[in-house]
Structures are given as structure tokens and as C-alpha cells.
């Protein structure tokens, strides 16, 4: 009923406002730019998206798993602060890449990259890249990137922010940012640490307890430094350390575990760039990834360290106003040790890129096309292409993408002792899709109307094949190139604003329908085949509703996730949850200083459910941060 | 508000309205309805080891008249069995379920199934092995000792320290006899003094050992995936030496060493169904029972000789069983839970 009367609300809501003729906003909810890296800004044809600035503010605290999981991403959450993967349409969380100023950070051993591990506050831009994009973006993105980014801002003097958050489940985090710059220098330091207790209730066949086995301890800073060495060059050096020590919680059914987990990173990167009518980036990054793991399982703690060494030279030419051509050569080392590999294992890689893009005089048509050629010491690996166009007809964006994919096996795949398999083949596969966003306002209403209105809807289809499962093979799990799998679906969204004077009120639908199902197994007979994956959900929709009062801003956010199956023939299943959070923000000053107060209710309906089976989610959390900006006169955007 | 602004707000209201409807869709899914039943002799209990940290392991009765019972555990007690249940053991009129991962062991009414006790604080129990009335022990994937039980009051009683993951054991002459994963040795304990008392050399990575009606013990041990072949050995317990031995190539992964009642024929899983004479000099040239493109599994050889071999497809969904009679023809199939392991008939 409770759930009935909100929807009731949530529907109905628009008519209430409209009748107050509130005035302007102070908070916009603009997007926040996508940063320009490589050539990532050459894909026409790929559906790129951004946290507004609001999820920024109200997710300052948070890591990167929580501002995704309020934008209608599906992510397999082992609970708070646990271990957080991100599959995108279908896929796995290998298909999904992730990006640090253009350069994979995904865990070289397992191919995937932890979530919460990842801080919102460290980075000044996140976005979200849908679509299979091997031939940019390197092995593994076959389903989805996030990319995440800063850029240097030069003459914008002193600037310090700091914030606090503390949460009802015993988790203190804090942060800050501290940047300098003037006309020839830029230098930013961003920071956070988080003592977690994580004492968080939870529901176990019918009975609450609570979790007394997940605190945890976090922290880590990022520093970008950038120096202009010329007119229209410079150097950047780029520093990212984090640490982590956490302790895993046992599933509903195991006994206590006292399992353990320690991350340490160490990233380090150095760029120098020339701009001009042929541009040059020439970089080079190290990586150095440590995980110490240990329970009552192993006699010997489990100790991984990857170390990545990347060299990379990027040239553009600009051939005339409408048409770019350019090339990348990268030459990347990855060292990894484990006991599991019994000593260690070193694979090369090296690629070349080459890309064209094509615009139109006035600029409505765009079309881009680029390939890619890797060689590495497991073998040779096919040629990858991404190709896209987009079209500006009025006031509606059409976009076509196709791409031809592959993701090499994992270190882990390979070597993990038992289990690995030197003989696995790369996966490969195509996708295709089609999408258009459309400002139906500027259709219905005069420009510069208080209302706004926007549509999207996104088709795509992906078929990967040699699909990777761990599997077991007589008792013993090992890794094996076991299906064909195509994904497929529909993405929509819906968002309409109002605004007048210091009011605006918005809401925004962003809906998902996937189907991913195995289409050829090795298997004879398999009752899992054309069935829908485990863990991915057929429906998923996000309903948000934000309203913002002068300095005041309210936002109440609704997720659905359809049935998830966990077994492959679908006779066993997470059951579907609707999940609703309240945001509350209210900025102000004092003495000059901007201050910004927000609190938000995680699960303020109580609600049982799960996102991994038998690793139960919390029930309501309660949150209280403030942030303020040091100096006087400063805007207070901790980003 | 004008026309056209009350015409959009409609609009809206309508999208919203159509996503909550849409949204709620009743979703598919299939559920197994309970079976009430009641075993008898010549039934077979069939333990599905479920996924790894799903939580979802359970039973599967199959009845002399070729009915089943899927998930019988929680039919009997409405709760989960538990995590991977990794074996079983009949034993004293009492039926001892081996729950791997949730490091515990059901103790149940045989023909029931009605827990009667659990036993716990055991790390990662493997097999369970009786050496008396009161007595058992219980081998480890990771503590690195065997856990001696007190069948009395269903307790942990003592350890007997042994190297890594220590597998599948028998008893043959007052002894008994472990095969161990992470040594090149079968280890041989005094059941009386619950002391290591001797070890046979034999091939790293043992994984599974049967006696024979020679009083010969076979040991089988498992591919590495990495570097290490396995390997099948007949050892003579009394002067310890290796009568017979096949090294399989790395691409062959052996599993699942099992006998028929009288112990003169030993099969075990190698891709197909392996059928080997208890007095054999040779490997067997042909297979028993082909894999077909199949995920064989379990094995399980029944008192009268009937093989039961289980397809795990990709071991996340739910298995099905096939029995075969002694030359190999199949007689029947039927559907199991996930990861059918293990078998046990019931006299």
C-alpha cells in the first residue's frame, strides 16, 4: 500500500508543482561534460551519459558502485564495501572497461575492476560509455566503459574544499580537495579516507541480525599536476594511490570465516602534449597492483601483485576543418605474481590504432572509423574495427555504432593454478546499435521555455563468441570457452524539467529491457540454452524525481530490477525489488564560506533483497555529511 | 497553466503510469514443488552439490520404483541443506551429510530425512569415514588435518594432522588409508591410536581410493591443469608396492574412482565412463559409457551393478542422472538437482 500511494505520488506529482509558479533554481542539473581523451571523442555513433552535477553532490561520499546503482545500472554488490561489478547490457564484468584518463585500470589478473574501491570524489568527470568499443578502448570492452577524468584549469589561484560524512551504520568518511594554479602551473590534490564499522541489519529467513563482519578502512588521493611547457604544450604528471583493507563477511550459509582483504594501488602516469594542426600525446604510466587475501580456507594467505608498464605516442592530423586522422601505438608490459602461478608470468602487448573522422560543413553529420591491431606474446589477435555515424536533424540526435570485438583471456584464466587454461581462446563478437535522443520541448514549446523535454530510446545487439565460463571439469573448476552468447535489448529514457525563477522540478525515467541469452553451448542437450544469463535482469527501470527550492534540493529515486536468475536454467532466482533513496541537499554560507548540509535515507522502505545471492544488502541507512569550501568566496563543488 | 502545458503534464503522467505497470510484470519463474516421501530399500539418495556460495545444495530421493523426490532435505526440515554437500555416509542407522561449505555435517533419519543433529566446527569437510561405532573421521579441502568426530554426542573430539587437502579414505585391514592432494603419498592411520602410522609412496594429487576384493587399494589421482598428469595406481597395502599404474596425458582429467559391490570391477569418470578389472595388467582400450558431449559428473555404481552416472551440464543449473546397466546400455534418466555428486543406496 505504502508502495501504491508513492507511485500514486510519484505519478500525479507534476500537476501539484505546476501550480505553484516557484521560481528559478540555484543548483542546475546540467551534464557534466565529457572529457576528451585519445579519440574517444570520435565515437559518434556510441551513447555516452554522466552523472548530473546533482548525483555529484549528493554522492560526493560515496564510491563509484552507489552513484551507478542510483542510474538504472544492474551492479553485483557483495554488500557495503564489498567487492562491486558493473555489467552493462548483458554482459559480464569482464565486457566492462574502465578508464583513467584514457588508460585501463581494470585488475590485470582478474579483468575487472572493483567498484568499491573506487571514490566519486577523486575524479572531476565521470561518464558512462555504452557499447562495445575493443578497437579504442582495448580488450575487454565489449559491453561498456567508464571512463573517468580531470582537467587541469590553469590561473584559478588557491582553492580547498573539505567534507565529513557519518552514516548510521558506523561509517566515518572524510574529504577533501586541494588545488593551486596560476598562469603557467596547475597542481590538484584530491582525498578521502573512510573508517568503516559497517555494522549494518540485515534479514535472514525471516530474522534481522546484524552484519558485525564487513568494517572495513579506506583511503587514497589522487594528484594532477600539469605544467604548460609552451604556447600550445604540456606536461602532466598524474599520481594515484589508494588503500584498503577490509574484512569479507561469510554468506548466509557459511560459518565465520574471518576472511580478509588488503588493496593496494599505486598508479603513476606522465603525459606531455603538443596541440596544434597535428597534435602529439606522448605517455607513459606505471601500475602497481598489490591484493593479500587470506581466510580460514588457506594455509598460505593468497598474496597478487601485477605490475603495469604502458609507453604510448598519439599523433592527429587535422587534414582540413571537417576531416582528422590519426594513430596510436602502444607497447604495454604486465608482470604478475601470485602463488597461484607458481612464480610469475609476464605478457606483452602491443597495439595500433588508427582512426578517421569525417563531419559535414555544418557539422550536423559525423562518422568515424577506427581499427586496431594487437599483437601480443599469447598470439596474434584479429583486427578490431569500431565504426559510427550521428545525424543533427532538428532537434534530434540519431546515431548508428557497429564494432567488432575481442577480449583476451585473463592472467587468471590462463595460469590460476587449478584451473587455468593455457589452450582458452580469445572471445570475439560484433554489436550493432541504433539510437536517437529527441528535444521534444523544442518541438512543443518557444525557445527558452520553462519546460524541457527530452526522449532517448537505444537499440543494440551484441553476439560474443568462445565465451569464457569457470566451469568444472571433473570435480576440478577450470576456465573454458564455452558458448556463444547474444545480448540484445532496448534502452529508453524519459526526462522533463520545469523551471521558473528559483524553482525547478524534474523527472527522469530511464528504463532497460535485456535479453542475453547462450545461443550455442559445447555442451549436448543444455537446458540452459536460449535462456535468458544469471544475474542479468530482463527489466530495470529508474524513476527519479528532484525538486530544487532555491538553495534547497530534494530528490527521491526509485529502482526496479525485473528477476534476476542465478542458476542457467532459471529454476532458481533473486526476486524482483523496487528500492527507493532520499537525497536531501541545502547549501549555504557563513562568514563567506560556502557550506553544503546533505542527508540521504538508502532503503528508507526497509526493504529485504539482494543483489548476489545469500550476501544480503543493507536495510535503511541513514546519512549526514557536510562539506565546505576553506576560503572565502569559493564555490563549494567537491567533485 | 495553459493548454499545451496541461496536454504534456497528461503525457507524463500517462509515460509514468504505463513505467509503473510495465514495471510490474509479474515475473516468470519456476518453482519445485514439495514431494512428501518415505525411503525404502534399494532407494537412492543423490547429494546435488548446488553453486558454490548459493546456498542451495540439496537432496534428491529416487524410490525402487523410479519416482523421485527433488530437494527431500527441505521437504523434511523446511530449511536449506546448506552450501556444496560434498558426500555421504550411512552409518549406524544414522545418515551423515557432509556440507562442505557451510563446514558442517547434517545428521539425519535415513528414511526421513529428519535432522537429527549438526555437527560443526569443521572447516571445509570432505568425506566421512567410520572407524567405529562412535567414532569417525573426517577428511579437509583446506585445514590441513583430519577432524576426528565423537558420534556420541556429535562433537569434534580431536585432529590428526596431515599435509593440505586431504580427500577420499578407507578403511582395509584395520587401517586407514587417505588419499591426499598436496603430497605424493597415501597416508595410512591407526584408527585405535588416531596416530599416522605409515604413508605410501604413490603420484601427487590424490584425490580418490578404493580397496578391491584382492585387498589391493587403487588410488586416482587428479590432473593439476597446469603441468602434472594424473595418474591410476593399484598399490599392494602390505609391501607397499605400485602392481599396476596408467599415467593419463594432460588433457585427460580423471575423477570419481569408484567399485562395483564385490569390488572386481572399478570404474571412474575420464570424459566417458571408465570400466577397469580389479586384476587388469592393461588400461582398457575402450570406454564403458561414451560422454556424448556430455558433463559427466558423479558416478555410482548400485549393489546389483547398475551404473549411476549424472550430466552436471555446466554445474548452475540442474543435473540429470542416467543409469546404465553392466554392459553399458542405458536403462533410464531422470532430473537431479545442481551438481549431482555423490550416491547413496540404500540397503
Same mark, same amino acid.
Given at each position: 500500500?505504502?508502495?501504491?500511494?508513492?507511485?500514486?505520488?510519484?505519478?500525479?506529482?507534476?500537476?501539484?508543482?505546476?501550480?505553484?509558479?516557484?521560481?528559478?533554481?540555484?543548483?542546475?542539473?546540467?551534464?557534466?561534460?565529457?572529457?576528451?581523451?585519445?579519440?574517444?571523442?570520435?565515437?559518434?555513433?556510441?551513447?555516452?551519459?554522466?552523472?548530473?552535477?546533482?548525483?555529484?553532490?549528493?554522492?560526493?561520499?560515496?564510491?563509484?558502485?552507489?552513484?551507478?546503482?542510483?542510474?538504472?545500472?544492474?551492479?553485483?554488490?557483495?554488500?557495503?564495501?564489498?567487492?562491486?561489478?558493473?555489467?552493462?547490457?548483458?554482459?559480464?564484468?569482464?565486457?566492462?572497461?574502465?578508464?583513467?584518463?584514457?588508460?585501463?585500470?581494470?585488475?590485470?589478473?582478474?579483468?575487472?575492476?572493483?567498484?568499491?574501491?573506487?571514490?566519486?570524489?577523486?575524479?572531476?568527470?565521470?561518464?558512462?560509455?555504452?557499447?562495445?568499443?575493443?578497437?579504442?578502448?582495448?580488450?575487454?570492452?565489449?559491453?561498456?566503459?567508464?571512463?573517468?577524468?580531470?582537467?587541469?584549469?590553469?590561473?584559478?589561484?588557491?582553492?580547498?574544499?573539505?567534507?565529513?560524512?557519518?552514516?548510521?551504520?558506523?561509517?566515518?568518511?572524510?574529504?577533501?580537495?586541494?588545488?593551486?594554479?596560476?598562469?603557467?602551473?596547475?597542481?590538484?590534490?584530491?582525498?578521502?579516507?573512510?573508517?568503516?564499522?559497517?555494522?549494518?541489519?540485515?534479514?535472514?529467513?525471516?530474522?534481522?541480525?546484524?552484519?558485525?563482519?564487513?568494517?572495513?578502512?579506506?583511503?587514497?588521493?589522487?594528484?594532477?599536476?600539469?605544467?604548460?611547457?609552451?604556447?600550445?604544450?604540456?606536461?602532466?604528471?598524474?599520481?594515484?594511490?589508494?588503500?584498503?583493507?577490509?574484512?569479507?563477511?561469510?554468506?548466509?550459509?557459511?560459518?565465520?570465516?574471518?576472511?580478509?582483504?588488503?588493496?593496494?594501488?599505486?598508479?603513476?602516469?606522465?603525459?606531455?602534449?603538443?596541440?596544434?594542426?597535428?597534435?602529439?600525446?606522448?605517455?607513459?604510466?606505471?601500475?602497481?597492483?598489490?591484493?593479500?587475501?587470506?581466510?580460514?580456507?588457506?594455509?598460505?594467505?593468497?598474496?597478487?601483485?601485477?605490475?603495469?608498464?604502458?609507453?604510448?605516442?598519439?599523433?592527429?592530423?587535422?587534414?582540413?576543418?571537417?576531416?582528422?586522422?590519426?594513430?596510436?601505438?602502444?607497447?604495454?608490459?604486465?608482470?604478475?605474481?601470485?602463488?597461484?602461478?607458481?612464480?610469475?608470468?609476464?605478457?606483452?602487448?602491443?597495439?595500433?590504432?588508427?582512426?578517421?573522422?569525417?563531419?559535414?560543413?555544418?557539422?550536423?553529420?559525423?562518422?568515424?572509423?577506427?581499427?586496431?591491431?594487437?599483437?601480443?606474446?599469447?598470439?596474434?589477435?584479429?583486427?578490431?574495427?569500431?565504426?559510427?555515424?550521428?545525424?543533427?536533424?532538428?532537434?534530434?540526435?540519431?546515431?548508428?555504432?557497429?564494432?567488432?570485438?575481442?577480449?583476451?583471456?585473463?592472467?587468471?584464466?590462463?595460469?590460476?593454478?587449478?584451473?587455468?587454461?593455457?589452450?582458452?581462446?580469445?572471445?570475439?563478437?560484433?554489436?550493432?546499435?541504433?539510437?536517437?535522443?529527441?528535444?521534444?520541448?523544442?518541438?512543443?514549446?518557444?525557445?527558452?521555455?520553462?519546460?524541457?523535454?527530452?526522449?532517448?530510446?537505444?537499440?543494440?545487439?551484441?553476439?560474443?563468441?568462445?565465451?569464457?565460463?569457470?566451469?568444472?571439469?571433473?570435480?576440478?573448476?577450470?576456465?573454458?570457452?564455452?558458448?556463444?552468447?547474444?545480448?540484445?535489448?532496448?534502452?529508453?529514457?524519459?526526462?522533463?524539467?520545469?523551471?521558473?525563477?528559483?524553482?525547478?522540478?524534474?523527472?527522469?525515467?530511464?528504463?532497460?529491457?535485456?535479453?542475453?541469452?547462450?545461443?550455442?553451448?559445447?555442451?549436448?542437450?543444455?537446458?540452459?540454452?536460449?535462456?535468458?544469463?544469471?544475474?542479468?535482469?530482463?527489466?530495470?527501470?529508474?524513476?527519479?524525481?528532484?525538486?530544487?527550492?532555491?538553495?534547497?534540493?530534494?530528490?527521491?529515486?526509485?529502482?526496479?530490477?525485473?528477476?534476476?536468475?542465478?542458476?542457467?536454467?532459471?529454476?532458481?532466482?533473486?526476486?524482483?525489488?523496487?528500492?527507493?533513496?532520499?537525497?536531501?541537499?541545502?547549501?549555504?554560507?557563513?562568514?563567506?564560506?560556502?557550506?553544503?548540509?546533505?542527508?540521504?535515507?538508502?532503503?528508507?522502505?526497509?526493504?529485504?533483497?539482494?543483489?548476489?545471492?545469500?550476501?544480503?544488502?543493507?536495510?535503511?541507512?541513514?546519512?549526514?555529511?557536510?562539506?565546505?569550501?576553506?576560503?572565502?568566496?569559493?564555490?563549494?563543488?567537491?567533485? | 497553466?495553459?493548454?499545451?502545458?496541461?496536454?504534456?503534464?497528461?503525457?507524463?503522467?500517462?509515460?509514468?503510469?504505463?513505467?509503473?505497470?510495465?514495471?510490474?510484470?509479474?515475473?516468470?519463474?519456476?518453482?519445485?514443488?514439495?514431494?512428501?516421501?518415505?525411503?525404502?530399500?534399494?532407494?537412492?539418495?543423490?547429494?546435488?552439490?548446488?553453486?558454490?556460495?548459493?546456498?542451495?545444495?540439496?537432496?534428491?530421493?529416487?524410490?525402487?520404483?523410479?519416482?523421485?523426490?527433488?530437494?527431500?532435505?527441505?521437504?523434511?526440515?523446511?530449511?536449506?541443506?546448506?552450501?556444496?554437500?560434498?558426500?555421504?555416509?550411512?552409518? @549406524?542407522? =544414522?545418515? *551423515?551429510?557432509?556440507?562442505?561449505? #557451510?563446514? $558442517? %555435517?547434517? !545428521?539425519? /533419519? &535415513? +528414511?526421513?530425512?529428519?535432522?537429527?543433529?549438526?555437527?560443526?566446527?569443521?572447516?571445509?569437510?570432505?568425506?566421512?569415514?567410520?572407524?567405529?561405532?562412535?567414532?569417525?573421521?573426517?577428511?579437509?579441502?583446506?585445514?590441513?588435518?583430519?577432524?576426528?568426530?565423537?558420534?556420541?554426542?556429535?562433537?569434534?573430539?580431536?585432529?590428526?594432522?596431515?599435509?593440505?587437502?586431504?580427500?577420499?579414505?578407507?578403511?582395509? @585391514?584395520? =587401517?586407514? *588409508?587417505?588419499?591426499?592432494?598436496? #603430497?605424493? $603419498? %597415501?597416508? !595410512?592411520? /591407526? &584408527? +585405535?591410536?588416531?596416530?599416522?602410522?605409515?604413508?605410501?609412496?604413490?603420484?601427487?594429487?590424490?584425490?580418490?581410493?578404493?580397496?578391491?576384493?584382492?585387498?589391493?587399494?587403487?588410488?586416482?589421482?587428479?590432473?593439476?591443469?597446469?603441468?602434472?598428469?594424473?595418474?591410476?595406481?593399484?598399490?599392494?597395502?602390505?609391501?607397499?608396492?605400485?602392481?599396476?599404474?596408467?599415467?593419463?596425458?594432460?588433457?585427460?582429467?580423471?575423477?570419481?574412482?569408484?567399485?562395483?559391490?564385490?569390488?572386481?570391477?572399478?570404474?571412474?569418470?575420464?570424459?566417458?565412463?571408465?570400466?577397469?578389472?580389479?586384476?587388469?595388467?592393461?588400461?582398457?582400450?575402450?570406454?564403458?559409457?561414451?560422454?556424448?558431449?556430455?558433463?559427466?559428473?558423479?558416478?555410482?555404481?548400485?549393489?546389483?551393478?547398475?551404473?549411476?552416472?549424472?550430466?552436471?551440464?555446466?554445474?548452475?543449473?540442474?543435473?540429470?542422472?542416467?543409469?546404465?546397466?553392466?554392459?553399458?546400455?542405458?536403462?533410464?534418466?531422470?532430473?537431479?538437482?545442481?551438481?549431482?555428486?555423490?550416491?547413496?543406496?540404500?540397503?
Amino acid at each position: 500500500m505504502c508502495r501504491f500511494c508513492l507511485y500514486l505520488f510519484l505519478t500525479f506529482s507534476p500537476s501539484a508543482f505546476y501550480a505553484q509558479g516557484l521560481t528559478d533554481s540555484i543548483v542546475t542539473l546540467k551534464t557534466v561534460p565529457v572529457i576528451s581523451f585519445r579519440s574517444e571523442e570520435y565515437l559518434a555513433g556510441l551513447k555516452t551519459e554522466s552523472p548530473d552535477s546533482l548525483t555529484r553532490v549528493f554522492h560526493q561520499f560515496s564510491s563509484m558502485s552507489s552513484v551507478l546503482a542510483e542510474n538504472n545500472f544492474y551492479i553485483k554488490n557483495y554488500g557495503p564495501g564489498q567487492l562491486s561489478v558493473l555489467s552493462f547490457r548483458g554482459g559480464n564484468a569482464y565486457h566492462t572497461g574502465i578508464l583513467w584518463n584514457g588508460i585501463s585500470i581494470v585488475d590485470p589478473m582478474t579483468g575487472t575492476g572493483d567498484l568499491s574501491l573506487i571514490k566519486s570524489c577523486l575524479f572531476e568527470n565521470i561518464s558512462i560509455r555504452y557499447g562495445g568499443s575493443s578497437s579504442i578502448s582495448g580488450s575487454g570492452n565489449l559491453s561498456g566503459s567508464i571512463l573517468l577524468s580531470s582537467k587541469p584549469t590553469f590561473n584559478n589561484g588557491v582553492d580547498a574544499n573539505i567534507g565529513v560524512n557519518y552514516n548510521s551504520i558506523g561509517n566515518l568518511t572524510t574529504n577533501g580537495k586541494i588545488s593551486m594554479s596560476n598562469e603557467k602551473a596547475s597542481g590538484t590534490i584530491r582525498f578521502f579516507r573512510e573508517n568503516a564499522l559497517n555494522q549494518y541489519h540485515y534479514i535472514k529467513e525471516g530474522t534481522e541480525y546484524i552484519q558485525t563482519k564487513a568494517s572495513y578502512l579506506q583511503y587514497g588521493l589522487t594528484s594532477e599536476n600539469s605544467i604548460l611547457t609552451g604556447e600550445h604544450s604540456s606536461l602532466d604528471l598524474l599520481f594515484w594511490y589508494q588503500y584498503s583493507d577490509r574484512n569479507i563477511p561469510p554468506t548466509l550459509y557459511q560459518p565465520p570465516n574471518f576472511a580478509k582483504q588488503k588493496d593496494e594501488n599505486i598508479k603513476l602516469g606522465l603525459n606531455w602534449k603538443r596541440s596544434g594542426r597535428t597534435s602529439y600525446n606522448i605517455r607513459t604510466s606505471f601500475f602497481a597492483d598489490q591484493l593479500y587475501y587470506n581466510d580460514r580456507s588457506l594455509t598460505v594467505a593468497s598474496d597478487s601483485k601485477a605490475n603495469t608498464f604502458l609507453n604510448e605516442i598519439e599523433i592527429r592530423r587535422l587534414l582540413d576543418r571537417h576531416q582528422q586522422i590519426g594513430i596510436t601505438i602502444n607497447v604495454t608490459t604486465i608482470r604478475a605474481r601470485t602463488i597461484d602461478y607458481q612464480g610469475s608470468r609476464t605478457l606483452g602487448r602491443q597495439w595500433l590504432n588508427v582512426f578517421y573522422l569525417l563531419s559535414s560543413t555544418n557539422e550536423k553529420w559525423k562518422f568515424n572509423i577506427s581499427g586496431r591491431k594487437e599483437f601480443s606474446s599469447l598470439g596474434d589477435l584479429p583486427v578490431t574495427i569500431t565504426t559510427g555515424v550521428s545525424r543533427n536533424i532538428k532537434s534530434s540526435l540519431i546515431r548508428i555504432s557497429y564494432s567488432k570485438l575481442h577480449r583476451n583471456p585473463t592472467l587468471n584464466d590462463l595460469y590460476w593454478k587449478p584451473g587455468g587454461n593455457r589452450n582458452l581462446k580469445a572471445e570475439n563478437g560484433n554489436s550493432l546499435e541504433a539510437g536517437i535522443d529527441l528535444q521534444i520541448s523544442d518541438l512543443l514549446f518557444k525557445q527558452n521555455s520553462t519546460h524541457k523535454l527530452t526522449l532517448g530510446g537505444t537499440f543494440y545487439s551484441r553476439t560474443v563468441n568462445n565465451w569464457i565460463e569457470w566451469t568444472p571439469i571433473e570435480s576440478l573448476w577450470t576456465a573454458t570457452n564455452i558458448s556463444q552468447v547474444w545480448s540484445r535489448g532496448i534502452e529508453s529514457s524519459l526526462m522533463y524539467r520545469y523551471s521558473k525563477n528559483k524553482f525547478s522540478t524534474s523527472i527522469r525515467i530511464q528504463s532497460s529491457y535485456t535479453l542475453s541469452t547462450k545461443e550455442k553451448s559445447i555442451l549436448v542437450n543444455d537446458p540452459s540454452l536460449h535462456k535468458q544469463l544469471i544475474y542479468v535482469p530482463v527489466y530495470s527501470y529508474e524513476l527519479s524525481w528532484t525538486i530544487i527550492y532555491k538553495k534547497i534540493a530534494l530528490r527521491v529515486i526509485e529502482n526496479y530490477s525485473g528477476t534476476r536468475y542465478t542458476t542457467s536454467d532459471l529454476s532458481e532466482s533473486l526476486p524482483s525489488y523496487f528500492l527507493t533513496n532520499i537525497h536531501l541537499g541545502y547549501e549555504t554560507k557563513i562568514y563567506g564560506r560556502s557550506i553544503t548540509l546533505i542527508t540521504s535515507w538508502d532503503n528508507i522502505l526497509n526493504l529485504d533483497y539482494s543483489l548476489v545471492q545469500n550476501r544480503p544488502m543493507p536495510l535503511r541507512v541513514f546519512n549526514f555529511g557536510i562539506s565546505m569550501n576553506i576560503l572565502k568566496n569559493k564555490s563549494n563543488t567537491i567533485k | 497553466m495553459n493548454m499545451k502545458s496541461k496536454t504534456i503534464n497528461r503525457v507524463i503522467s500517462s509515460l509514468f503510469l504505463f513505467a509503473v505497470l510495465f514495471a510490474c510484470k509479474k515475473d516468470e519463474t519456476s518453482s519445485t514443488p514439495a514431494t512428501p516421501f518415505t525411503a525404502t530399500s534399494g532407494g537412492v539418495y543423490i547429494s546435488n552439490e548446488g553453486v558454490f556460495n548459493n546456498g542451495n545444495s540439496s537432496i534428491t530421493y529416487y524410490s525402487p520404483g523410479g519416482t523421485t523426490a527433488p530437494d527431500a532435505f527441505r521437504t523434511a526440515n523446511g530449511t536449506s541443506l546448506g552450501d556444496i554437500c560434498q558426500s555421504m555416509y550411512l552409518h @549406524n542407522d =544414522k545418515l *551423515y551429510l557432509v556440507v562442505n561449505n #557451510s563446514g $558442517k %555435517i547434517e !545428521v539425519c /533419519d &535415513p +528414511l526421513s530425512l529428519k535432522k537429527t543433529a549438526t555437527i560443526t566446527g569443521l572447516t571445509s569437510p570432505r568425506y566421512f569415514l567410520p572407524v567405529s561405532l562412535t567414532k569417525a573421521y573426517i577428511t579437509d579441502l583446506f585445514s590441513g588435518f583430519i577432524s576426528i568426530l565423537n558420534l556420541q554426542n556429535n562433537t569434534v573430539s580431536g585432529t590428526i594432522s596431515l599435509s593440505g587437502w586431504s580427500e577420499e579414505l578407507i578403511e582395509l @585391514n584395520g =587401517k586407514v *588409508y587417505v588419499a591426499n592432494y598436496n #603430497s605424493n $603419498k %597415501i597416508f !595410512v592411520i /591407526d &584408527p +585405535l591410536t588416531d596416530l599416522v602410522m605409515d604413508s605410501i609412496a604413490a603420484g601427487p594429487n590424490g584425490l580418490s581410493i578404493q580397496s578391491d576384493t584382492n585387498g589391493k587399494i587403487w588410488l586416482l589421482c587428479s590432473n593439476d591443469y597446469v603441468s602434472q598428469p594424473g595418474a591410476l595406481y593399484r598399490i599392494d597395502p602390505i609391501t607397499k608396492q605400485i602392481e599396476f599404474n596408467h599415467t593419463f596425458t594432460l588433457s585427460e582429467y580423471p575423477a570419481r574412482l569408484r567399485k562395483n559391490n564385490a569390488g572386481t570391477i572399478l570404474y571412474f569418470i575420464n570424459s566417458d565412463v571408465v570400466k577397469i578389472d580389479a586384476s587388469a595388467t592393461t588400461y582398457p582400450v575402450s570406454t564403458f559409457i561414451s560422454n556424448n558431449s556430455r558433463n559427466l559428473y558423479g558416478l555410482g555404481v548400485d549393489p546389483s551393478g547398475i551404473v549411476f552416472v549424472s550430466d552436471a551440464f555446466n554445474n548452475n543449473q540442474k543435473g540429470k542422472i542416467y543409469r546404465y546397466d553392466q554392459n553399458g546400455n542405458e536403462i533410464n534418466r531422470f532430473d537431479a538437482g545442481i551438481s549431482p555428486g555423490d550416491f547413496l543406496f540404500i540397503p
